[in-house]
């Protein structure tokens, strides 16, 4: 599955950063029994060929080519077994939202040459971290986290692709800059040492059409690119709205529960 990634290379967070980021914190349902990780994978490919044939319809729909989008396989609460089976699938790109669990599976799918979003809120003092294993930053809403990631980038020597998260809702509450800072933080990210821009992100508001939502942010995203013509990504789209957010130029989808299941709640 080919990404379109630039700079380096595509539902939430324990608070939304907008969750798949499909919205649930919650773990998987365990197999039955007698499961063994041949019908895991069978769960899995059935999973992958229905977003797969949804992804080809709103292509169609769109008048898009399927080439133009990059899959991004959420994972999260889901165990590092799953993800090597994503990847024998042919997926690339695998998404989570919590950084103890993403930097152990990291670290434990080193061997897959994956490529490592990172989709949930960021605190500062997580940014070490997330900036020796993340690939691509789809969270980035605040100038001192762009701060804190350039800092940790260059010192570990590497180069992370950044998202600006836009809030929709004009609430940054739950996680985003307001459509009126994004310009100013995507100049402060381009920036940055150690840091490439890549583009946006958002969530659709709750309550809200997700295709009225995805048309702002495909505005949004276009200025950004006026003022950056290298930041081509939009990242929107996750297991319920994916046909919306392509028909409104979404490049990066991110999905969880249509790929692995429905999880049950997560209990710390």
Not at 85 to 111: F, H, M, P, W, Y
Request: charged residues 25%.
């Amino acid at each position: 599955m080919r990404s379109v990634t630039p700079g380096t290379g595509d539902e939430h967070p324990a608070a939304p950063a907008g969750a798949d980021g499909d919205g649930s914190a919650d773990r998987p349902a365990p197999a039955g029994a007698d499961a063994t990780p041949a019908t895991r994978r069978d769960e899995i490919a059935a999973g992958l060929a229905r977003v797969e044939a949804e992804i080809a319809e709103a292509c169609r729909a769109a008048g898009r080519h399927r080439e133009e989008l990059t899959l991004v396989a959420v994972s999260k609460t889901y165990p590092a077994s799953d993800v090597r089976l994503l990847a024998g699938l042919g997926i690339t790109d695998v998404g989570e939202n919590r950084d103890q669990e993403a930097s152990a599976k990291a670290r434990d799918c080193a061997d897959l040459g994956l490529r490592w979003h990172f989709i949930g809120q960021l605190q500062t003092n997580k940014a070490r971290s997330v900036a020796g294993y993340a690939d691509v930053v789809h969270s980035v809403d605040r100038p001192r986290l762009v701060t804190a990631l350039s800092r940790e980038a260059l010192a570990a020597g590497r180069r992370i692709t950044c998202l600006v998260q836009v809030a929709l809702d004009g609430d940054p509450a739950r996680g985003g800059a307001r459509p009126e800072e994004v310009e100013a933080l995507a100049d402060a990210v381009a920036g940055a040492g150690g840091l490439a821009l890549g583009g946006v992100m958002a969530v659709a508001p709750l309550g809200e059409d997700p295709g009225r939502a995805f048309a702002r942010l495909r505005e949004i995203a276009r200025s950004v690119r006026d003022a950056h013509p290298e930041a081509v990504v939009v990242s929107a789209g996750m297991s319920g709205d994916l046909s919306q957010a392509i028909a409104n130029g979404a490049t990066h989808l991110r999905v969880g529960t249509a790929l692995l299941g429905r999880r049950k709640p997560f209990v710390r």
